[in-house]
């Protein structure tokens, strides 16, 4: 257990439905980042957060992803109108900002597996 | 070009010999590298991190590094049925986020 938590773990949903995930992360960390893994692929980066500020968002995710986090505690990422090529497992990680090596070490959560029927 | 890319494999060892994965990136100003190993259905769980040219032993594990040939590798000795995972390189991206990014993945199977 690394200390970063996702919920649900999994969630089936129909095409076209809303749905959210949530992520908290170790307590420390300032970072945190959302990632998407497909069968046979290394996870691909998504979005990640600073504190509460949203630093970045990958070319990947379209306008019906939208990620927050409030009070830069946990983080949820929505994605809204589902489409089976949404179908994936969604990787919440943590890090600590700062200076020296290794502050990219990613810590990650067990992951919210998503399928869209 | 993939800016991480490796062997898909399967690699498959059997157990007690050594199996070596390999990495390379494609951005010269990458500075650190790691190795996660992820089973089937978890979360990737990170095992060597390598900031330098050379070796960085832990065990039975042996992370090698080197820049200018823009390759990173792993050694696993002593190689345990409990090892067959697959395992992802991360490497910075140094613009920006400061994200991982990871590559394919290569699958390896320790046989008994």
């Known amino acids: 257990d690394t200390g970063v938590s996702q919920d649900p773990r999994h969630k089936i949903t129909k095409r076209g439905q809303n749905v959210t995930f949530r992520c908290d992360p170790i307590s420390e960390h300032n970072r945190l980042y959302w990632y998407r893994q497909t069968l046979g692929q290394g996870p691909e980066f998504l979005t990640y957060?600073?504190?509460?500020?949203?630093?970045?968002k990958s070319r990947l995710l379209s306008d019906r992803f939208s990620a927050e986090r409030p009070k830069g505690s946990f983080s949820t990422l929505e994605i809204q109108r589902t489409e089976q090529g949404d179908s994936a497992m969604y990787l919440c990680?943590?890090?600590?900002?700062?200076?020296?090596?290794?502050?990219?070490?990613?810590?990650f959560g067990s992951g919210t597996q998503l399928s869209v029927l | 070009q993939k800016e991480v890319e490796q062997n898909s494999g399967p690699l498959s060892v059997p157990e007690g010999a050594i199996a070596s994965l390999n990495c390379t990136y494609s951005?010269?100003?990458?500075?650190?590298f790691f190795w996660y190993r992820q089973y089937s259905g978890k979360s990737p769980e990170l095992i060597m991190s390598i900031y330098s040219n050379g070796d960085k032993e832990d065990g039975r594990f042996t992370a090698q590094l080197n820049k200018a040939s823009q390759y990173v590798s792993l050694l696993i000795r002593d190689s345990q049925p409990s090892d067959s995972a697959t395992y992802l390189c991360a490497v910075n991206i140094p613009q920006g986020a400061q994200k991982l990014v990871f590559g394919q993945g290569t699958r390896l199977t320790i046989n008994p």
């Open positions: 951005d010269r100003g990458s500075q650190s």
């Open positions: 957060f600073q504190n509460e500020a949203q630093l970045e």
């Open positions: 990680a943590s890090s600590l900002a700062g200076p020296g090596q290794g502050r990219e070490k990613l810590f």
